[in-house]
């Protein structure tokens, strides 16, 4: 019996991406705005902590079940709440952006936090696990 080794991974904010144009932005760009943050994903939480420690002020949020489907009245809902707080823009996830961006109206401001890995402990069987996948 192999000795079972941890895979110990962070997920950490490199970027921000316009759901509509593809445009790459640096972090550093959300500090200070204010924004209508939305997702439809497992822990809702993390994302919104991400957020904050990134300076984004959250003027209103709204949660979603993971992997839901939006439909227009979604969108209508995120742009009422928008209007009343006064947002000048969206923050969803990746995934969550790939499914808006055909309900997106031109002119509107939708951002995804991209998120890359670190790997905190178990790299070496990380890389025995790939190469091991590779070779299949």
């Given at each position: 019996e192999k000795d079972f080794q941890p895979?110990?991974?962070?997920?950490?904010?490199?970027?921000?991406?316009?759901a509509l144009s593809g445009a790459v932005l640096q972090l550093?760009?959300?500090?200070?705005?204010?924004?209508?943050?939305?997702?439809?994903?497992?822990?809702?939480?993390?994302?919104?902590?991400?957020?904050?420690?990134?300076?984004?002020?959250?003027?209103?949020?709204?949660?979603f079940a993971d992997h839901h489907t939006y439909t227009e009245a979604d969108i209508e809902r995120l742009r009422e709440r928008a209007g009343r707080a006064h947002a000048d823009l969206f923050i969803t996830t990746e995934k969550d952006a790939v499914k808006i961006k055909p309900l997106v109206r031109t002119g509107e401001t939708v951002w995804a936090v991209r998120l890359g890995t670190e790997v905190m402990e178990g790299r070496e069987r990380l890389e025995q696990l790939i190469a091991m996948n590779a070779e299949r």
């Open positions: 895979i110990l991974l962070r997920f950490i904010p490199e970027a921000y991406v316009d550093e760009q959300g500090v200070g705005r204010t924004a209508v943050i939305f997702s439809g994903v497992g822990n809702p939480a993390s994302f919104r902590t991400i957020l904050i420690r990134h300076g984004i002020n959250i003027a209103d949020e709204v949660v």
